[in-house]
């Protein structure tokens, strides 16, 4: 569990946004032909049909409600937050996708996806029971409708990408535990006190799927205050959330509430 904190330029005006099957083809364009291998059904799996059942299929059934689409990375993002001008060309088609309240959850949820592309692994050596690609995803879960909820995600998205492509030499990647200052509010308020985010599992939010790839967790940012972030840097991020969640403040980010701590 470290502290590890964002560098802070200017923030990503609202992204662009394009059809989904779209940007499908033309990751494949770039990178290639779909590779297809044969399921012990008969049909036919490669990277763009796995990606597809990802964000048409697994995604509108564990989390349903109404979406705007894909809101994908762009180059300007890496090179303006982080000053990383040559990036990954598979970068640009990660995203975040945004999810309305339902009967069932009764806030907004915001996901990632690219994460979980089996990008580096022949089709014929999928394992269903190993991890596809990173083998993870990223929730944000909040109170309210708002882009800042989908830039907050691009932002901690992309600084994980970085993370893990060795740019901040002696910084390792995002994991469990892990709590994130921001440097700003998080809805960009001056007067929001949620100027942080914590980095847990939350039994409440999905836990994990499976693609015809691999197993993919989720992880979930929560946001929290500057005097929340002490308190669990001295006494442990889940001594934190056994605090918050009684609250209702644990999983759900509110960027309206005041501070426990």
């Known amino acids: 569990m470290v502290e590890t904190g964002i560098p802070q330029p200017s923030v990503q005006d609202n992204p662009p946004r394009d059809g989904i099957a779209r940007r499908r083809v033309i990751a494949l364009l770039v990178f290639g032909p779909v590779r297809q291998s044969n399921t012990t059904k008969g049909s036919v799996v490669g990277l763009e049909e ?3 059942i990802r964000e ?5 059934a564990l989390f349903g409600g109404e979406q705007r689409g894909i809101f994908p990375l762009s180059p300007e993002l890496f090179a303006g937050k982080f000053g990383v001008k040559e990036i990954d060309p598979r ?13 069932q959850r009764p806030f907004w949820l915001y996901a990632t996806s690219g994460y979980s592309n089996p990008w580096d692994q022949d089709d014929d050596a999928y394992d269903p029971s190993a991890q596809s690609g990173a083998g993870i995803e990223f929730i944000l879960a909040t109170t309210e409708r708002g882009d800042w909820a989908i830039r907050c995600l691009q932002n901690l998205l992309a600084y994980d990408l970085v993370l893990s492509a060795g740019y901040f030499e002696g910084r390792e990647p995002l994991e469990e535990g892990d709590r994130i200052p921001l440097g700003s509010p ?3 308020k001056e007067n929001c006190l949620i100027r942080g985010v914590i980095l847990s ?4 939010l ?3 799927f499976n693609l015809p790839s691999g197993q ?7 946001g929290v205050t500057d005097r929340e972030r002490d308190f669990a840097k001295e006494n442990g991020t889940d001594a934190l959330i056994a605090r918050l969640q009684p609250l209702g403040f644990f999983p759900v980010t509110d960027p309206h ?5």
């Open 50 to 52: 796995v990606w597809r």
């Open 56 to 60: 048409a299929e697994i995604y509108p």
């Open 91 to 103: 970068w640009p088609f990660y995203g975040v996708f945004e999810h309305g309240p339902t009967k």
């Open 186 to 188: 998080i809805d960009g």
């Open 201 to 204: 599992r939350a039994s409440s």
């Open 206 to 208: 999905p836990a994990d």
């Open 216 to 222: 993919v967790g989720f992880l979930t940012f929560t």
């Open 257 to 261: 509430r005041a501070s426990i701590i």
